[in-house]
């Protein structure tokens, strides 16, 4: 592949990502609550490493909450609690679409 068709297909992105580093939870089905760190975001979905649990394989659902995050009411005190669905895995990163 070209370098010209690479940079075609980095610049097809839907939503821009921005580098975020958040504290966080997910809740796995019968896996219990693992800690994350997010990598970036974008208007679709999240970027995150996960650190203390075996991370989710693709198209698990999972509910994912941030730290820093203000809710609809302009508080921080009741962080949202987002549905989210695993797109891609590798090793301990996984990629989250909000759904």
């Known amino acids: ?5 690479v940079l075609v297909q980095e610049n097809t992105r839907q939503h821009q990502r ?3 580093g958040l504290r966080g939870v997910i809740r796995i ?3 219990g609550i693992a800690q994350i760190n ?6 679709s979905g999240i970027l995150a490493k996960v650190l203390d649990k075996t991370a989710p ?4 659902a999972i509910y994912m909450q941030l730290q820093g ?3 609809n009411e302009g508080n921080t005190a009741n962080n949202p609690i987002y549905k989210m669905q695993v797109v891609h895995q590798h090793d301990d ?7």
């Open 29 to 31: 089905p019968n896996g």
């Open 69 to 71: 995050i203000i809710s």
């Open 1 to 5: 592949m070209s370098k010209s068709a």
């Open 57 to 60: 394989k693709p198209n698990t």
């Open 38 to 43: 997010t990598i970036n975001m974008s208007e």
């Open 18 to 20: 921005v580098n975020v």
């Open 93 to 99: 990163t996984v990629g989250l679409a909000f759904i």
